[in-house]
């Protein structure tokens, strides 16, 4: 797991987020089976102090549930879905089609049995009209900052705060290369 970013650059945001705001971005998984594997996300998301929520959806043991989470998605406070789900992944495509308008992240879980490539192309391989925009297998981080993106083109202390991240990504990167060549 990557090391924690940020910390410095949140205490010096100056566009400081309100307190208990409601979720811009709901993270669903199709089982709870899935979690450990979102914690990279959860934990990017806390660090660029964006609200979100967590759900469990299943398009195969609650369809219902999952049916009724991505319509009313469009009315509420959510901004972007992260939809992970490992295997038959029909969760990412499902969401898609019932929330219409709200961008959906997939993310590919790596199944028990496999590589995760069946994970991969069943959120990538969407009819046209309902797009999927899909990171790569098992990773969280890459779902997570991509919805950062999302949302940093219209909040501002999102942006601020995202520009830190990146910023002391490269930081360490470029620190990293330098330790390397001592
Ligand atoms: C998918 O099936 C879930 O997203 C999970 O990745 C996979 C296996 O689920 P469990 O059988 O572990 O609950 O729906």
Redesign the pocket.
């Given at each position: 797991r990557e090391q924690p970013l940020l910390e410095d650059d949140l205490n010096s945001s100056t566009t400081a987020p309100k307190a208990n705001p409601k979720p811009l971005v709901s993270i669903t998984?199709?089982?709870?089976?899935?979690q450990e594997k979102l914690q990279d996300c959860y934990r990017i998301l806390n660090q660029l102090s964006i609200p979100f929520e967590k759900r469990i959806t299943?398009?195969?043991r609650t369809p219902s549930t999952m049916a009724a989470y991505g319509s009313t998605a469009p009315s509420s406070s959510i901004k972007v879905i992260v939809a992970?789900?490992?295997?038959?992944?029909h969760?990412p495509g499902m969401v898609a089609a019932f929330s219409k308008t709200v961008p959906v992240i997939g993310l590919p879980?790596k199944?028990t049995i496999g590589d995760g490539w069946d994970s991969l192309v069943s959120c990538t391989n969407m009819p046209r009209g309902c797009p999927v925009l899909t990171v790569g297998v098992n990773n969280a981080t890459n779902a997570a900052l991509g919805a950062a993106r999302i949302l940093a083109g219209w909040d501002e202390g999102v942006q601020e705060r995202l520009e830190g991240y990146v910023d002391r990504a490269e930081a360490e990167s470029l620190e990293n290369d330098r330790r390397l060549q001592e």
């Amino acid at each position: 797991r990557e090391q924690p970013l940020l910390e410095d650059d949140l205490n010096s945001s100056t566009t400081a987020p309100k307190a208990n705001p409601k979720p811009l971005v709901s993270i669903t998984t199709g089982s709870i089976s899935d979690q450990e594997k979102l914690q990279d996300c959860y934990r990017i998301l806390n660090q660029l102090s964006i609200p979100f929520e967590k759900r469990i959806t299943s398009a195969h043991r609650t369809p219902s549930t999952m049916a009724a989470y991505g319509s009313t998605a469009p009315s509420s406070s959510i901004k972007v879905i992260v939809a992970a789900a490992g295997g038959a992944a029909h969760l990412p495509g499902m969401v898609a089609a019932f929330s219409k308008t709200v961008p959906v992240i997939g993310l590919p879980i790596k199944p028990t049995i496999g590589d995760g490539w069946d994970s991969l192309v069943s959120c990538t391989n969407m009819p046209r009209g309902c797009p999927v925009l899909t990171v790569g297998v098992n990773n969280a981080t890459n779902a997570a900052l991509g919805a950062a993106r999302i949302l940093a083109g219209w909040d501002e202390g999102v942006q601020e705060r995202l520009e830190g991240y990146v910023d002391r990504a490269e930081a360490e990167s470029l620190e990293n290369d330098r330790r390397l060549q001592e």
